[in-house]
């Protein structure tokens, strides 16, 4: 589960850093919606999917309410799920 899971956060943060910091601006600054439209469902589902294997991950690595709190809050951050993945799921505790 835990390939997974990095995977899944790779390509969550990946996805969020293109639709923030090019998706949007082209969108507001060029009037193009186009990108904003390519990328906001894959992202959508990769974020529902971090989301669900952080709670899995939860019990199964045995992480405290803070370390949980974290991981889940970090997918809101840019940058965030690369900081999640070097800390937590790189070298997992099981």
Do not use: C, Q
């Amino acid at each position: 589960m835990i390939k997974l899971f990095r995977l899944t956060a790779l390509l969550e943060g990946i996805s969020y850093i293109l639709l923030l910091f090019i998706a949007v601006p082209i969108k507001y600054l060029l009037d193009d919606p186009t990108y904003v439209k390519l990328l906001g469902m894959p992202h959508g589902i990769l974020f529902i999917g971090y989301i669900f294997l952080s709670i899995l991950g939860k019990s199964r690595y045995k992480w405290t309410n803070i370390d949980f709190f974290v991981i889940s809050v970090s997918s809101l951050i840019p940058f965030g799920t690369f900081y999640v993945d070097k800390k937590y799921l790189k070298n997992p505790v099981n």
